[in-house]
Structures are given as C-alpha cells and as structure tokens.
C-alpha cells in the first residue's frame, strides 16, 4: 500500500520559512517525479514545484521561484519543500503527490498517488 506523509506545516508569520517533509512508502520511491501542490479554500488545486527522479531537475511555479526550494533524498524515500519569504497568499493545504511518467508535470491529474495534506498558514 502507497502511502505519502506530509509533515512540517504550521502557523508562521510573513516573512518567515518553513519546510515540509513527505515521507513516502510502498512504492519505489526513485522511480517517480515527486510534486508538491497547495489548494487554498474555494481555489482550485495549485502546482507549487516538481523535482525529477534523482533530484537533478527541479521545477518551481512562477509563484514561488526564487523563494520555495523542491528537493528529494531518495535514501530516505523523502522529498522536502523548502519554503522561505512567506507571504499570506501562501496559505493552503501543501499536499505531496507522486507521478509515474518520468517528466516532471504541473498538472494534478498526471500524479497518480497523494498524501493527506498539511496546512500552511502563513500571517501578515
């Protein structure tokens, strides 16, 4: 059984990092691209970055180049978001998904597994 764990969320202050974790099991973690999305009340789901299989390719939304960071560690089947500058616009649910197809995608129904999901709130 596939499971995705997200972890890391919280309430912080504009300005401020956090980063999130998302522990995956079941699967073999090095052969999918791994994707982070957010989706804020009455939004729809939103691509926030992808990074390749070994980590080597990472792809940020304009909305959060320069200030969030995708990155993976596939020896401990985790992939990270690394979130600094936060501004009240950032606050959603963060969830990880994983994509079987080796090209990194900003689109939700290319992902074929999703975590629960962890809540950013993000103040001003």
């Known amino acids: 059984q596939v499971q995705l764990v997200e972890s890391g969320g919280g309430l912080v202050q504009a300005g401020g990092s956090l980063r999130l974790s998302c522990a995956a099991s079941?699967?073999?973690?090095?052969?999918?691209?791994m994707g982070w999305f957010r989706q804020a009340p009455g939004k729809e789901r939103e691509f926030v970055a992808g990074?390749?299989?070994?980590?080597?390719?990472?792809y940020p939304a304009d909305s959060v180049k320069g200030r969030f960071t995708i990155s993976r560690d596939n020896a401990k089947n985790t992939v990270y978001l690394q979130m600094n500058s936060l501004k009240p616009e950032d606050t959603a649910v963060y969830y990880c998904?994983?994509?079987?197809?080796?090209?990194?995608?900003?689109?939700?129904?290319?992902?074929?597994?999703w975590g629960q999901g962890t809540q950013v709130t993000v103040s001003s």
């Open positions: 079941g699967l073999t973690f090095s052969h999918y691209v």
């Open positions: 990074v390749g299989r070994s980590g080597g390719d990472t």
């Open positions: 998904a994983a994509r079987a197809i080796a090209i990194i995608s900003s689109t939700p129904a290319g992902y074929l597994f």
